[in-house]
């Protein structure tokens, strides 16, 4: 048996990528900020294929055409990589985003992860680049709302602690932005995409030829961005996973090449027992930023990718989104609704595979960057190891959702960083 671990993954763009968010004004193709982890996933899939055509292996051998998909239903190879990688989702691989080079490091041996369009990330409206994290600002705020008696001592504590922190930092001086974002030192980071565009023809398939006004221009991720990721799944996937293959549109013609590469790994038992750790250093860390002391422990939890809406909360989504977003970080977790005090997020649509072929399927989904605020009566070693096994179960027969972050150190920064 194969054991599972932890990876770091870095994608480098050998050549601009295209991967299609929509359709601008007139015939202009935007392409998105990020690499789908769905992209990557089938272009894995692609290589395997074509390792294995080359090779005679299995109902690969009978492939005539690389665009064409083997019959895994009547393959009897026992260990295929593709079947395992593409049908089977062995591997949870999140999206892939745009970092710098310098992220810090960690005692896990791999590096915080990056938050891709933080529901709660705010940047400043005099464009001084200076950028806040609100969740506990706002959870502050919704808590001295809910104060019964104005009066009492704790409450007292809740709405000094807001003013000084709105007095400090005010909201309206802000505007919402959707930034990949990470923590350095003492300030949030954010990390900007760069782009170049491009001009293209449609080609007359019959003819060979271009087509008559048929000219429509693309936007596309600079050749040279490193992009950044983790997967969990057994070692020696995650070692599959390493190698050049092609995303997006475009490919036939040079675009989308790419080179990945697993910049660290570590066994997933050792990686929770770490992640323990940093979970009780964040309760320590946001207690101390807070200032509370009604016997409650405060944390956070962030969407590092899109979490699938089932069809029960689709029906509370049109009466209260909020209470919906509740209802589903509630069940990621693990823990009771009522733990959950503050919840942000917005709703999307995401894709995944419908499990009996490589044909994808579009479903509503809770997109990445949703955030809240945990409210827990014990924070002790076996709670917080507890909630770093649950980050690590990945959930769902879709090989790129349901990750997710306790105690991501964006949040509580704001509170030590109040200049």
């Known amino acids: 048996m194969v054991d599972n671990v932890i990876a770091d993954i870095i994608l480098r763009v050998e050549s601009p990528i295209i991967v299609k968010q929509k359709r601008g004004k007139g015939a202009f193709y935007k392409t998105l900020p990020h690499v789908p982890a769905s992209s990557v996933i089938g272009a894995i899939g692609r290589r395997v294929i074509i390792e294995k055509a080359r090779a005679a292996l299995g109902k690969c051998a009978g492939i005539s055409d690389v665009n ?13 990589d593709y079947r395992r990688i593409v049908k ?36 400043r409206r005099d464009a001084s680049n200076h950028y806040v994290d609100f969740l506990l600002h706002m959870f502050l705020q919704e808590k001295m709302q809910r104060l019964h008696d104005p009066t009492a001592e704790l409450s007292r504590t809740v709405i000094a602690r807001f003013k000084e922190l709105s ?3 005010p909201i309206t001086e802000y505007k919402r932005t959707k930034a990949t974002c990470a923590v350095k030192g003492a ?24 087509k008559e006004s048929m000219l429509y221009f693309s936007q596309g991720l600079r050749a040279g961005t490193v992009l950044r990721s983790f997967a969990i799944g057994p070692d020696d996937l995650v070692d599959r996973l390493a190698g050049p293959c092609a995303v997006g549109m475009g490919k036939s013609r040079g675009f989308g090449r790419v080179s990945i590469s697993v910049a660290g790994k570590k066994q997933i038992e050792q990686y929770v027992r770490d992640r323990s ?9 946001i207690m101390r930023g807070l200032r509370l002391n009604d016997g409650i422990y405060y944390g956070t939890f962030t969407g590092l990718s ?17 209470s919906a ?3 589903l970080a509630s069940a990621r977790l693990g823990i009771p609704r009522e733990e959950i005090v503050t919840c942000k997020g917005t709703i999307g649509h995401g894709v995944r595979f419908d499990g009996q072929s490589t044909s994808l399927v579009s479903e509503p989904v809770l997109q990445a960057g949703y955030c809240g605020v945990l409210a827990l009566e014990n924070v002790d070693d076996n ?9 690590v179960e990945i959930p769902g027969n879709a090989g790129w959702y349901g990750f997710v972050y306790v105690n991501h150190p964006v949040h509580a920064s704001t509170l030590t960083d109040e200049g």
Do not use: W
């Open 167 to 169: 007095r400090k930092k």
């Open 306 to 322: 899109p979490l699938p809406i089932p069809d029960d909360d689709l029906i509370e989504l049109e009466r209260d989104a909020g």
């Open 383 to 391: 709670a917080c190891l507890t909630l770093a096994r649950k980050e």
């Open 325 to 327: 977003i509740k209802n």
């Open 68 to 80: 064409n998909f083997p019959d895994c239903d009547t393959c009897d190879e026992k260990t295929c």
């Open 88 to 123: 089977e989702n062995a591997v949870k691989i999140n999206d892939f985003y745009v970092i710098s080079g310098d992220l810090p490091g960690r005692s896990s041996g791999l590096e915080v992860p990056p938050v891709p369009r933080l529901s709660t990330l705010f940047t």
């Open 277 to 285: 750790k940093q979970i009780k250093e964040g309760f320590d860390a």
């Open 187 to 210: 300030s949030i980071e954010t990390f900007m995409p760069l782009y170049d565009h491009f001009a293209h023809c449609a080609i007359d398939y019959k003819l060979g030829s271009t």
